[in-house]
């Protein structure tokens, strides 16, 4: 668990990605890798989901390949057979959450209030996903919510951009960032991998210049 945490931080940008047709994933996983970034989080937003962790883990074994917007347990029992190393819910589900530490499965949680954030900490976990980041209040929000928590991590997801990306990420409570403007699915129906290679490239040099800063 702490090495996947581990990756996830290294990486620093999460692509949170949305697959309607699961063949599409071994492509948009190579197209990844061309860009420098070797992590996808495939979203239960379809029924292509299992499928394309899948697809995406047997075929390609250097990508961190995670589950999305798992919402049920049977969801993360699915994903965790198909292949899936981290499992990340829109909101903290006691259920959920219960299931992934009882099996050793490494989960990020959605948070958006203190309340979240108890919750969570009461359970063990310390990284959390701050979800939707943008419309709860974007950085200055995450600054205000996150300062109590020392020692608590954030993913910061939902409406992350290549404009907005660097503030999130110089935030110290900022443990990496989850986006979906390098993999929109259109782009992915379109089979234009090579764009999505080009906006994950952007992606890894923000994370990249960012950095380099400290």
């Not at 692509?15 to 190579?30: F, M, N, S």
């Not at 699915?78 to 909101?91: E, L, N, R, Y």
């Not at 952007?202 to 210049?209: E, P, Y």
Request: aromatic share 6%; hydrophobic share 50%.
């Amino acid at each position: 668990m702490i090495d996947v945490v581990e990756q996830i931080g290294r990486i620093g940008i999460i692509p949170v990605v949305t697959i309607e047709d699961a063949k599409d994933a071994v492509p948009l996983g190579r197209a990844l890798l061309a860009g420098n970034l070797p992590c996808a989080e495939i979203t239960f937003r379809t029924a292509a989901a299992t499928a394309a962790i899948r697809n995406m883990s047997e075929a390609l074994p250097d990508m961190l390949v995670g589950a999305g917007t798992v919402l049920t347990v049977e969801q993360a029992k699915q994903a965790q057979v198909a292949g899936a190393k981290f499992i990340v819910t829109p909101g903290f589900d006691a259920a959920v959450v219960g299931w992934c530490l009882a099996n050793d499965m490494p989960i990020t949680p959605g948070v958006m209030t203190p309340t979240d954030i108890n919750q969570a900490l009461a359970k063990g976990l310390t990284l959390l996903k701050f979800f939707p980041a943008e419309a709860a209040g974007g950085v200055k929000a995450l600054q205000v919510i996150g300062g109590p928590y020392v020692g608590v991590k954030f993913i910061p997801t939902g409406g992350i951009s290549a404009v907005n990306l660097a503030d999130y990420l110089r935030l110290p409570m900022v443990h990496a960032c989850g986006g979906s403007f390098m993999v929109n699915k259109k782009t992915i129906a379109d089979g234009d991998f090579a764009t999505i290679a080009q906006l994950a490239q952007t992606a890894v040099d923000i994370v990249k210049s960012v950095r380099s800063e400290s």
